[in-house]
């Protein structure tokens, strides 16, 4: 299943210098925002676990950061370790897959919004791995968490 997941990933194609810099001059607003809209949920204990609230807004701020490096320096392999390393740190803190899905909804609203068409495109395709990769790194995380 991983090397399935790094196959995908492969094909993603790194942004232009452009768009990378017009998404890291909205990072830091976009992670808040995103913040604030998933503080609004009702739901939010039951996608993050009880007292995770902060954990979850690091998440945010520590995911527009490496979405970044991602835009400014792609790596399939890079990207396919640390998706699974987080999926498997914070399911072990009470995350439930579902926060990912809600999330990463969020965040393709945001960008649809906040950045250009032209970014927009460009930056898609990652968040969309991610969206429907959600299975995968589900499966591979309740292997890695059931040997731990």
Do not use: C
């Not at 991610?130 to 499966?139: G, K, Y």
Request: hydrophobic residues 45%.
């Amino acid at each position: 299943m991983k090397n399935t997941l790094l196959t995908s990933a492969s094909l993603l194609l790194q942004p232009s210098q452009e768009v990378a810099s017009e998404f890291a001059v909205k990072r830091d607003e976009l992670a808040a925002r995103g913040n604030q809209i998933m503080d609004q949920r009702a739901d939010l204990d039951r996608l993050i676990g009880l007292e995770n609230q902060q954990m979850a807004r690091d998440n945010n701020k520590n995911f527009s950061r490496f979405m970044q490096a991602q835009f400014t320096n792609y790596n399939a392999e890079v990207m396919v370790d640390t998706v699974l390393w987080v999926f498997r740190a914070y399911r072990s803190h009470g995350f439930k897959t579902t926060y990912w899905a809600a999330n990463l909804n969020i965040w393709t609203d945001m960008l649809r919004e906040e950045l250009s068409p032209r970014a927009f495109e460009a930056v898609y395709p990652f968040y969309e791995w991610l969206i429907v990769n959600i299975p995968v790194f589900t499966a591979l995380s309740d292997e890695a968490l059931a040997h731990d």
